[in-house]
């Protein structure tokens, strides 16, 4: 079956640090790659996606390469802020079937000053 | 704001009990789903409708069930409650039922608290 792993938080930066969230995936066919941001007290947003080998899905600073031959999806920011503090989840949509989202366990991120 | 609204936004409630939780989708969006986030299981697809429709089953207890209306709006029915069920229950939309590239946005969520 389909499955998501990410790197287990939380994890701790400086403002302005770089920032890497590692990704990987199982799955069947070509899927598509998510990535979303939930912020303390507030529920899931769309961060960024990908939908086929070496695209670079891209926002708000943040951007994540779907890399089929290492099937992985890393998060990476140049410089972090505090605003950034929020969990992470990685997910995947199975191409093959109907489009629901396999969830990896989510990654804390805390940024201080 | 992703243009997902769930009512009500926090709920507690008593074992044993029955709760019904409201979703309505993006304008335009046919596809909804259910999906439960809790400490211990993470974030767990339950259910998807397209179009008043079942289209997928994932995780969901049989004493959940699920339904769209006509006018899309759809409602999740938690019975026999559990302190179990505790979680955070979100519905999601997407325009269309599946395939490449399908993106889905999600409400705030649902807190359900049983005692």
């Given at each position: 079956?389909n499955?998501?792993?990410?790197m287990?938080g939380p994890?701790?930066?400086?403002?302005?640090a770089?920032?890497?969230?590692n990704?990987?995936?199982?799955?069947?066919?070509?899927?598509s790659?998510?990535?979303?941001?939930?912020?303390?007290?507030?529920?899931l947003?769309?961060?960024?996606?990908a939908t086929?080998?070496?695209?670079?899905?891209?926002n708000?600073?943040?951007?994540a390469?779907?890399?089929?031959?290492?099937?992985?999806f890393?998060l990476?920011?140049?410089?972090v802020q505090?605003?950034?503090s929020?969990?992470?989840?990685c997910a995947?949509s199975?191409n093959?079937?109907y489009s629901?989202?396999?969830?990896?366990?989510?990654?804390?991120?805390?940024v201080?000053? | 704001d992703s243009?997902?609204?769930q009512?009500?936004?926090?709920?507690i409630?008593a074992?044993?009990q029955r709760?019904?939780?409201?979703?309505?989708?993006?304008?335009?969006?046919?596809?909804?789903?259910?999906?439960?986030?809790?400490l211990d299981?993470g974030?767990?697809?339950?259910i998807?409708?397209?179009?008043g429709e079942e289209r997928?089953?994932?995780?969901?207890?049989?004493?959940?069930?699920?339904q769209?209306?006509?006018?899309?709006?759809?409602?999740?029915?938690?019975?026999s409650?559990?302190l179990?069920?505790?979680?955070l229950y979100f519905?999601?939309?997407s325009?269309?039922?599946?395939?490449?590239g399908?993106?889905i946005?999600?409400?705030?969520g649902?807190w359900?608290?049983v005692?």
């Amino acid at each position: 079956g389909n499955s998501v792993t990410q790197m287990e938080g939380p994890v701790t930066l400086s403002e302005e640090a770089f920032l890497t969230i590692n990704c990987t995936y199982t799955a069947t066919g070509y899927p598509s790659l998510f990535w979303y941001v939930q912020y303390p007290g507030e529920g899931l947003q769309l961060l960024l996606k990908a939908t086929k080998a070496d695209d670079k899905g891209s926002n708000k600073g943040f951007e994540a390469t779907y890399r089929k031959e290492t099937t992985s999806f890393h998060l990476e920011k140049g410089s972090v802020q505090v605003s950034d503090s929020a969990v992470y989840f990685c997910a995947l949509s199975d191409n093959s079937g109907y489009s629901t989202l396999t969830f990896g366990k989510g990654t804390m991120l805390l940024v201080s000053p | 704001d992703s243009g997902v609204t769930q009512t009500p936004k926090h709920l507690i409630t008593a074992t044993g009990q029955r709760v019904t939780l409201r979703c309505s989708p993006r304008s335009g969006d046919l596809s909804v789903y259910w999906y439960q986030q809790s400490l211990d299981q993470g974030l767990q697809f339950l259910i998807q409708y397209y179009n008043g429709e079942e289209r997928a089953k994932g995780n969901i207890l049989e004493r959940f069930s699920a339904q769209q209306f006509p006018d899309l709006h759809s409602e999740l029915n938690l019975s026999s409650l559990e302190l179990g069920d505790s979680a955070l229950y979100f519905c999601a939309s997407s325009e269309t039922e599946g395939f490449t590239g399908n993106t889905i946005y999600f409400g705030e969520g649902s807190w359900l608290t049983v005692v």
